[in-house]
């Protein structure tokens, strides 16, 4: 089973109108097809995932646990979870998260 990463683009993630950062969908998308990430990383983009205080957020299911990230408000933060899918597409699973989205790691009260 692979990993997937459902990267929120709801009512207020990536919604710049609410003061929000941008969630750059389409850069993340062409990534994924240049790459051949979907190999292994099947990647979505999502309406609202349910915590949208920690905006901007992106849920990382692996075969044996979900991994919530919020907060991820630079160009940075995406391009860290572009070099984990890399990561996983080669070796093949998940092992850690960049150091980076190591601070973005909660625990969604609500779910
Ligand atoms: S819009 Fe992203 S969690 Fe609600």
């Known amino acids: 089973m692979s990993t997937k990463f459902y990267v929120c683009?709801?009512?207020?993630c990536?919604?710049?109108?609410?003061?929000?950062?941008?969630?750059p969908a389409e850069l993340l998308q062409s990534v994924w097809h240049e790459a051949e990430l979907h190999n292994q990383v099947e990647l979505k983009i999502t309406s609202?995932?349910?915590?949208?205080?920690?905006?901007?957020v992106t849920l990382i299911k692996t075969p044996d646990k979900s991994?919530?990230?919020?907060?991820?408000?630079?160009?940075?933060?995406?391009t860290a979870l572009i070099s984990l899918?890399?990561?996983?597409?080669?070796?093949g699973e998940f092992?850690?998260?960049?150091?980076?989205?190591?601070?973005?790691?909660f625990i969604p009260s609500s779910l």
């Open 9 to 12: 683009s709801g009512c207020c």
């Open 67 to 78: 991994i919530w990230l919020g907060k991820l408000n630079t160009a940075e933060h995406f």
């Open 48 to 56: 609202c995932l349910g915590p949208c205080s920690m905006n901007n």
């Open 14 to 23: 990536g919604r710049t109108e609410k003061g929000n950062y941008e969630v």
């Open 85 to 91: 899918a890399e990561d996983i597409n080669q070796s």
């Open 95 to 105: 092992k850690d998260l960049p150091d980076l989205l190591k601070p973005h790691k």
